[in-house]
């Protein structure tokens, strides 16, 4: 989870395989599979100390009093777990535990992201504990094995048995000392806790300026435009930041992709958003209060005051990828096309510079009026191609898949988009099919970003092998 350092080795051309640059898209995928194996072994090793704690009670041994836990035989197991350090961490970890475990579900990450988030970071309380678990000395080894063998006879102890020769033998010189095991925990906690704890520090250090807002734009159907300026902020086409507002919440940070990344010759950097909650609602107020009758010019002593926001990024994602096809399929699905939003601008600074050779783009929206967020950035790139002679650069298709909503992109300059409209939902498979036919023996890296349900749909087609020939690679966008 040190997605700064993700995103670093994937902007390094260090990892050049497609195939292990795969991987870095499954970090969170990763982790989840930890965290579970982490719980599963959890409930197995907890199961055999429960199963310990009655031996220990049970089988109180009055020859080696220095291995017992129980203070005295048939000590209530319950007692041993609630009076030893061994015990007391262990419950405090399975607490903990169960808790990050339930608030990391995806139904509460989905609803209530900010008790997944504050739940989780129990995690540092977590490994503190875990450290001090193994402190009480409960587990021990012998430290004079030579001069009292296992199982040898007590040196004082005189016995009718002592007659032949091996057991004299067997007679130990002095009595078995033990020494708890030394704690080896924070050799295996040490290093990534410090790694994550460094990328968190990072973090922290390079957010903690806030950005300045240059720009506050409101598009149809509920999107906000938000350009911003911040010092040393770079970023590549399909990175994401999270945004803090103090205004809105100091302790919510949400995820956003750029729409716009700072170049050479415009230093700000842009994102889009939807407003769907009560954090972008509450955010957009501040941003944009409700528009007062009339048009008023304030006072410059009056002028527009946004509220303070913080960037944590730029972050890592599979869209960084698309320029790394000779052919990129990308699907957008409503605001899901924001990701694309941002290579489609680096291609119109320059495609030439690029693996990529032709790029299909789908993009679904329910209503007409979504595609005005980027419709004249579409339009000049497919200017551009013209005029410099690679029409097919481009393949483009908008659908509209509310046919009640549709009107006519009436105005001349969004013609290239009006002949590119279509009604209802893409049928993929034909899409496949004709993307199939026209690149034999390619590798096509499929992007999608939206509703659940298109990447779903997308991942099945790709995995299908049903188009001969040709290789559809699936990249699923995700905040990881
Ligand atoms: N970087 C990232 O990870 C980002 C992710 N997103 C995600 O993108 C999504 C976009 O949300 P929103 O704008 O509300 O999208 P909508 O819910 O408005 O859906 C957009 C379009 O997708 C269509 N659609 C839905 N399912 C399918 C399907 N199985 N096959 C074909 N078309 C389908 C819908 O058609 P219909 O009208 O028929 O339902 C609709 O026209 C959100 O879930 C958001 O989380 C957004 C931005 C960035
Ligand atoms: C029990 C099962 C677990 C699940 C399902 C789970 C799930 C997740 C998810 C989905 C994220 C990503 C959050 C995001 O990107 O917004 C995450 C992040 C994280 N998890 Fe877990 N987790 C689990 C257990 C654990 C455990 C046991 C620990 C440590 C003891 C842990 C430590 C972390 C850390 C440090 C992060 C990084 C947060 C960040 O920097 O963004 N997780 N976890």
Same mark, same amino acid.
């Given at each position: 989870?040190?997605?700064?350092?993700?995103?670093?080795?994937?902007?390094?051309?260090?990892?050049?395989?497609?195939?292990?640059?795969?991987?870095?898209?499954?970090?969170?995928?990763?982790?989840?599979?930890?965290?579970?194996?982490?719980?599963?072994?959890?409930?197995?090793?907890?199961?055999?100390?429960?199963?310990?704690?009655?031996?220990?009670?049970?089988?109180?041994?009055?020859?080696?009093?220095?291995?017992?836990?129980?203070?005295?035989?048939?000590?209530?197991?319950?007692?041993?777990?609630?009076?030893?350090?061994?015990?007391?961490?262990?419950?405090?970890?399975?607490?903990?535990?169960?808790?990050?475990? @339930?608030?990391?579900?995806?139904?509460?990450?989905?609803?209530?992201?900010?008790?997944?988030?504050?739940?989780?970071?129990?995690?540092?309380?977590?490994?503190?504990?875990?450290? $001090?678990?193994?402190?009480?000395?409960?587990?021990?080894?012998?430290?004079?094995?030579?001069?009292?063998?296992? =199982?040898?006879?007590?040196?004082?102890?005189?016995?009718?048995?002592?007659?032949?020769?091996?057991?004299?033998?067997?007679?130990?010189?002095?009595?078995?000392?033990?020494?708890?095991?030394?704690?080896?925990?924070?050799?295996?906690?040490?290093?990534?806790?410090?790694?994550?704890?460094?990328?968190?520090?990072?973090?922290?250090?390079?957010?903690?300026?806030?950005?300045?807002?240059?720009?506050?734009?409101?598009?149809?159907?509920?999107?906000?435009?938000?350009?911003?300026?911040?010092?040393?902020?770079?970023?590549?086409? =399909?990175?994401? $930041?999270?945004?803090?507002?103090?205004?809105?919440?100091?302790?919510?940070?949400?995820?956003?992709?750029?729409?716009?990344?700072?170049?050479?010759?415009?230093?700000?950097?842009?994102?889009?958003?939807?407003?769907?909650?009560?954090?972008?609602?509450?955010?957009?107020? @501040? @941003?944009?209060?409700?528009?007062?009758?009339?048009?008023?010019?304030?006072?410059?002593?009056?002028?527009?005051?946004?509220?303070? @926001?913080?960037?944590? =990024?730029?972050?890592?994602?599979?869209?960084?990828?698309?320029?790394?096809?000779?052919?990129?399929?990308?699907?957008?699905?409503?605001?899901? $096309?924001?990701?694309?939003?941002?290579?489609?601008?680096?291609l119109l600074d320059g495609w030439t510079g690029f693996r990529l050779q032709r790029l299909y783009f789908v993009w679904v929206c329910r209503e007409l009026q979504s595609f005005f967020w980027f419709a004249?950035?579409?339009?000049?790139?497919?200017?551009?191609?013209?005029?410099?002679?690679?029409?097919?650069?481009?393949?483009?298709?908008?659908?509209?898949?509310?046919?009640?909503?549709?009107?006519?992109?009436?105005?001349?300059?969004?013609?290239?988009?009006?002949?590119?409209?279509?009604? =209802?939902?893409?049928?993929?498979?034909?899409?496949?099919?004709?993307?199939?036919?026209?690149?034999?023996?390619?590798?096509?890296?499929?992007?999608?970003c939206g509703p659940k349900g298109i990447s779903r749909t997308l991942h099945k087609l790709c995995n299908s092998a049903r188009f001969p020939g040709t290789t559809f690679e699936f990249n699923k966008e995700?905040?990881?």
């Amino acid at each position: 989870m040190c997605r700064s350092l993700l995103t670093f080795v994937r902007g390094t051309r260090t990892v050049s395989s497609r195939k292990t640059r795969r991987l870095l898209d499954k970090s969170k995928t990763f982790h989840v599979a930890c965290g579970v194996a982490i719980c599963i072994l959890s409930v197995v090793h907890v199961s055999a100390h429960l199963v310990n704690v009655i031996n220990f009670s049970e089988s109180y041994s009055d020859e080696f009093p220095a291995l017992n836990l129980a203070r005295y035989r048939g000590e209530d197991p319950k007692l041993i777990i609630l009076t030893t350090i061994p015990g007391v961490t262990g419950v405090l970890l399975v607490l903990i535990l169960f808790l990050m475990f @339930l608030s990391s579900s995806h139904c509460v990450r989905v609803s209530h992201y900010e008790i997944f988030w504050y739940t989780h970071n129990l995690f540092i309380v977590f490994y503190v504990i875990l450290m $001090v678990h193994m402190v009480g000395g409960a587990l021990k080894y012998q430290t004079n094995i030579e001069a009292h063998p296992p =199982g040898c006879l007590e040196p004082n102890r005189t016995s009718t048995e002592r007659q032949s020769e091996e057991l004299q033998q067997g007679r130990c010189r002095e009595e078995a000392h033990f020494q708890p095991h030394c704690p080896q925990t924070w050799l295996w906690v040490s290093g990534p806790l410090c790694l994550y704890c460094a990328e968190r520090f990072f973090r922290y250090i390079r957010s903690s300026d806030p950005v300045t807002i240059v720009t506050v734009i409101r598009h149809p159907c509920d999107v906000i435009e938000l350009r911003m300026l911040k010092k040393n902020f770079a970023a590549r086409p =399909g990175q994401y $930041v999270v945004l803090n507002c103090p205004g809105v919440s100091s302790f919510e940070n949400h995820p956003f992709t750029l729409t716009t990344c700072p170049t050479e010759n415009k230093e700000t950097f842009g994102i889009h958003l939807r407003v769907v909650g009560d954090w972008t609602d509450r955010f957009t107020q @501040l @941003l944009l209060p409700q528009p007062r009758l009339g048009l008023e010019i304030l006072p410059m002593m009056q002028q527009r005051r946004y509220p303070k @926001l913080y960037v944590d =990024g730029p972050f890592g994602s599979p869209s960084e990828d698309v320029f790394n096809y000779d052919v990129s399929f990308c699907v957008a699905g409503g605001i899901g $096309v924001t990701p694309f939003a941002c290579v489609l601008h680096a291609l119109l600074d320059g495609w030439t510079g690029f693996r990529l050779q032709r790029l299909y783009f789908v993009w679904v929206c329910r209503e007409l009026q979504s595609f005005f967020w980027f419709a004249e950035l579409l339009c000049a790139l497919h200017h551009k191609l013209w005029k410099e002679n690679r029409p097919d650069y481009l393949n483009l298709k908008l659908y509209v898949s509310q046919p009640e909503n549709l009107q006519r992109m009436s105005e001349e300059r969004y013609r290239p988009l009006a002949s590119r409209l279509l009604v =209802g939902r893409p049928r993929w498979k034909h899409l496949f099919d004709e993307i199939g036919r026209s690149n034999k023996n390619k590798r096509v890296g499929v992007f999608c970003c939206g509703p659940k349900g298109i990447s779903r749909t997308l991942h099945k087609l790709c995995n299908s092998a049903r188009f001969p020939g040709t290789t559809f690679e699936f990249n699923k966008e995700s905040f990881s």
